[in-house]
């Protein structure tokens, strides 16, 4: 464990608390992609399977449970208790169009043909992408509250830091895993407009309107 690793793990859990709390403060889940959530749920159920057979450490097991719970919890809350605020009407990503290719590619470039592994390289591809449902929602209305804003770039932060993790493991460790390191390079990309409106717009104090 590096001090990247640990402030990317820290920046992803706080991602989610902020998202728990904007749904169960509001009593709404306007503004959110459920389709995303729902497919960072399947990410977290299908990485997490060695939960039932193996053990790393106890942040490592907690770490884990506190994802696949928590990603459970919010798809409860946006399909079921706040289903009502649910905006379907912009949230008309085509999900089938990201997890065909995540599962041709987990079947193809993996480390080894086993349910686990490949299941694993399926939840790396397909994590890469998950957050392109949220992302085309904010297209399609034009902006994004505060408190989404701040969940969308801790959450990239989170990524953009396991980047660094990576570095310092390469160079350490001599460890490199060309799966994990090019889908995490890829999902960073997709929030690098993200991140300039942040910093111009949100941290200044300003609504984040996406510019037409």
């Known amino acids: ?10 920046s992803h859990l706080a ?8 749904i169960w403060k509001t009593r709404s889940c306007a503004g959110i992609s459920g389709k995303s959530q729902a497919l960072f749920a ?16 106890l942040y490592n097991t907690t770490m884990k449970v506190i994802y696949i719970c ?6 409860y809350l946006i399909f079921m ?13 085509r999900v089938e169009f990201l997890l065909g290719p995540c599962v041709i590619f987990a079947l193809i470039f993996n ?10 390289t399926f939840s790396i591809y397909l994590e890469a992408g998950a957050i392109l449902p949220q992302l085309f929602m904010m297209s399609k209305t034009g902006e994004a509250e505060t408190i989404t804003s701040h969940y969308l770039f801790m959450l990239g932060a989170y990524r953009a830091l396991y980047i660094l993790n990576w570095v310092y493991r390469f160079y350490t460790e001599s460890f490199f895993d060309p799966i994990a390191v090019i889908a995490g390079c890829v999902q960073t990309v997709l929030y690098c407009d993200f991140f300039y409106l942040y910093v111009t717009k949100v941290l200044k104090g300003k609504s984040l309107v996406l510019p037409c």
């Open 15 to 22: 991602a989610i608390i902020i998202l728990l709390l904007k």
């Open 42 to 57: 399947l990410v977290f159920c299908t990485r997490y399977l060695d939960l039932f057979f193996s053990f790393v450490s």
């Open 111 to 120: 480390h080894s043909l086993t349910v686990t592994e490949i299941l694993w």
């Open 1 to 10: 464990m590096n001090i990247f690793r640990l402030c990317g793990d820290l």
């Open 70 to 75: 928590c990603s459970i919890g919010t798809c």
């Open 81 to 93: 208790k706040f289903k009502p605020t649910y905006d379907t009407n912009h949230d008309t990503f």
